[in-house]
């Protein structure tokens, strides 16, 4: 009866050393925690609250993972439940520094979403460095995953073995992976490589498939562009490292497009010029430097006008485009209504071939 007694107070002893064990890491995490946020507070608000939002959960069992496992060699148990106990705990220990380094990395990228927004008018530092940070990001957290599963597989006698066993067959076994992953290996070092020469960047403007949008998402593996219309195309990384696509802010957003007028032989040329500068003086779509009307082409029946007009970004670009053909348009109609294109035809008089009078048909004016 008494030795029950005895194993009945050892285990009763060992049970409340772990729950003083926990109950001491919960509050060291608690006082570590408050102490580093309020640190970071001094520094910045935004860095205090995502302290608090990314590691606070990993923090708060890795100090009670951290006393259990000191505390092991004062159990009563026996030698072979703490033998288990210590490798889970150690396995847990290890996940849960991984998840910790995994949230850090977060939080890091909120600070870098702080200091680079891409939302300014001129984002084209903000994007790069947010399009590096992108990719790093999934890379750094790809390898404390893979570390992580391979320190917590190595804690256990069995799985070394096997490990060893794998390494002596390690030559064959490359080959067949890299066999099997050979597209996947391919994307991961295209999304190195754009990392670094960065050919793409997020919030660029494409034209990809005869497609035009902007790039939503950079991963590892793919990237995602919004169309202009919201949908979505999805291509492989790969993809923008062998094939060609237009980049229209590759260098900066600026962007000159133009607007095509055809009307008849009897325009005025210069007082459109003039009203094409006042409609761009007019507007704030216009970026004040890229601007022009020029005749580039003629046919039997019209003239071309060419009208130029820079813009900052491309989504203005086509705004102010519709603004000037809009305004142009009613200008001629106000002005020289006469200058409108018109289809001529030539009628002969009855019974003599001689030519008689000519007609005209007026059309709207054709515009591109």
């Avoid at 010029?273 to 216009?286: A, D, M, N, P, T």
Wanted: aromatic content about 10%; glycine content about 6%.
């Amino acid at each position: 009866m008494d030795w029950i007694i005895h194993y009945l107070g050892d285990w009763i002893l060992s049970i409340g050393i772990l729950f003083a064990a926990v109950l001491l890491g919960v509050i060291v995490h608690w006082i570590g925690l408050h102490i580093v946020a309020r640190i970071a507070r001094r520094t910045s608000q935004l860095l205090h609250d995502s302290i608090l939002r990314h590691c606070s959960g990993p923090s708060r069992i890795i100090f009670p993972f951290i006393f259990l496992y000191l505390c092991l060699p004062s159990l009563e148990f026996s030698k072979s439940v703490i033998e288990v106990m210590g490798d889970l705990i150690f396995v847990l220990f290890i996940v849960s520094v991984a998840w910790l380094f995994i949230r850090l990395i977060y939080v890091l990228e909120d600070m870098v979403t702080l200091k680079y927004d891409i939302m300014l008018e001129d984002n084209l530092r903000a994007r790069r460095i947010r399009t590096q940070f992108g990719i790093v990001k999934r890379i750094l957290i790809v390898i404390i995953v893979i570390f992580s599963i391979t320190a917590a597989l190595m804690s256990f006698e069995k799985f070394r073995n096997i490990g060893t066993g794998i390494l002596a067959s390690a030559g064959l076994l490359g080959l067949v992976v890299g066999l099997a992953a050979q597209r996947i290996l391919g994307n991961l070092l295209a999304g190195i490589q754009i990392a670094l020469t960065q050919p793409i960047r997020l919030d660029d403007v494409v034209v990809v498939e005869n497609e035009w949008g902007k790039v939503e998402e950079i991963s590892l593996t793919y990237i995602v562009i919004r169309l202009w219309d919201l949908r979505r195309l999805v291509l492989p990384i790969s993809y923008f490292i062998e094939k060609p696509f237009q980049n229209w802010t590759r260098a900066t957003a600026d962007i000159v497009g133009t607007v095509l007028f055809y009307v008849d032989y009897s325009v005025p040329v210069q007082p459109i010029r003039e009203e094409l500068l006042r409609i761009l003086k007019g507007s704030g779509l216009w970026d004040g430097k890229n601007w022009g009307l020029d005749v580039t082409n003629t046919s039997e029946h019209t003239v071309e006008l060419r009208a130029l007009m820079g813009s900052p970004n491309s989504d203005t670009l086509w705004r102010l485009r519709c603004q000037v053909r809009e305004n142009l348009i009613e200008f001629i109609q106000r002005t020289y209504p006469h200058a409108l294109p018109k289809v001529r035809t030539v009628a002969e008089e009855a019974g003599t071939g001689e030519s008689g009078p000519v007609s005209t048909v007026h059309e709207t004016p054709e515009v591109t």
